[in-house]
């Protein structure tokens, strides 16, 4: 009789490993397979990417993060807007800020 418990013992305790692993592979898959939406910065409402930091920095001040948000363009579209904001604005981007930038705005607000 005490060595029927035991053998049942260890068959519950074998289930409920399973259990665990089944639940743990469902969990586990179900987050990998939802597309998370990209983080977004709480101040300007800009997507939170490569790039982010800099364009808060140079483009945030005469306007909001909305201007920027509401925008889409191509690159090449882009780049004429960042162009024209420099004249307005009298600064110049070296090659790699405006890459970089350009990386962003294309990458977070393209063209639909
Ligand atoms: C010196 C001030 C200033 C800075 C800095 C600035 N902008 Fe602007 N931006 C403006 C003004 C003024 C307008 C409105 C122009 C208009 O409506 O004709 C504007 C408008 C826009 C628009 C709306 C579309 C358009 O062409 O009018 C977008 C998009 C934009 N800015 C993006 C940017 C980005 C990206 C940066 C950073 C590279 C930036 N701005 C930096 C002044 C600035």
Sequence with gaps: MKHLSISRLFVIKRLLNITVAVLTTVVVSTQTCSAEPPPIDPDTGLIIDKGFKTVDAYCVGCHTGKK????????????????????????????????????YLSNNYPQP
Excluded: C
């Design 68 to 103: 920027i948000r509401e925008h889409h363009a191509t690159r090449k579209g882009w780049q004429a807007t960042i162009l024209k904001m420099q004249q307005t604005g009298e600064w110049k981007f070296d090659a790699a800020t405006e890459k970089l930038v350009l990386d």
